[in-house]
């Protein structure tokens, strides 16, 4: 349930880092990484504007409310958890 902007700056981020691994690949990469250096800046600018715009976003601070929910119920009902609670021993 994202907002029309998380969904373009997430798109936007996908191209650039499309772009990017495109440039890092590219056969011309060996005699410049120029070009993939300006491709990292791009792609890290755009991360960055996601990361900002999720810092106010009622969705996204929706959704990670329930992720972090979610984590926490799987790491309370964990085998692991279980076995370092106290057990009290109930003797008649």
Do not use: G, W
Not at 2 to 24: G, I, P, W
Not at 52 to 68: D, F, G, M, N, V
């Amino acid at each position: 349930m994202d907002c029309s902007e998380c969904k373009s700056l997430e798109e936007a981020l996908e191209a650039s880092l499309s772009n990017y691994k495109e440039a890092r690949s590219a056969a011309y990469y060996r005699v410049s990484t120029e070009l993939a250096a300006k491709k990292n800046v791009d792609m890290e600018r755009s991360r960055n504007d996601l990361e900002e715009h999720q810092l106010t976003c009622a969705s996204a601070k929706a959704q990670r409310i329930t992720r972090i929910r979610a984590d926490f119920d799987l790491l309370t009902h964990s085998p692991m958890v279980a076995e370092r609670r106290p057990r009290h021993n109930l003797r008649p």
